[in-house]
């Protein structure tokens, strides 16, 4: 009987620090993402000659920043 409450303790305890890991691994992914990759893209972008993509996407992306730091 203890060893079945021990497991079922221990599955608690686990998949809160699991679920825990996967909050921060998806918060470092998207700070990294957002700070270093899409600048990089939009970069490589008008360095290929598809500034007439990338200027619509900056635009997008600030003002859903501005908006998203107003909330």
């Known amino acids: 009987m203890l060893t079945l409450l021990f497991i079922i303790c221990m599955f ?3 998949g809160k620090l699991f679920f825990f890991g996967l909050k921060a691994a998806w ?3 998207k700070f990294i993402l957002t ?3 899409l ?3 939009l970069i490589v ?3 290929g000659g598809l500034i007439s993509l990338a200027l ?3 635009l997008v992306i ?4 501005l908006i ?3 909330a």
């Open 12 to 14: 608690g305890v686990f």
């Open 27 to 29: 918060g470092i992914s």
């Open 35 to 37: 700070l270093v990759f």
């Open 39 to 41: 600048p990089l893209i």
């Open 45 to 47: 972008m008008v360095a």
């Open 56 to 58: 619509p996407i900056l």
């Open 62 to 65: 600030g003002i859903v920043g």
């Open 68 to 70: 998203a730091s107003k």
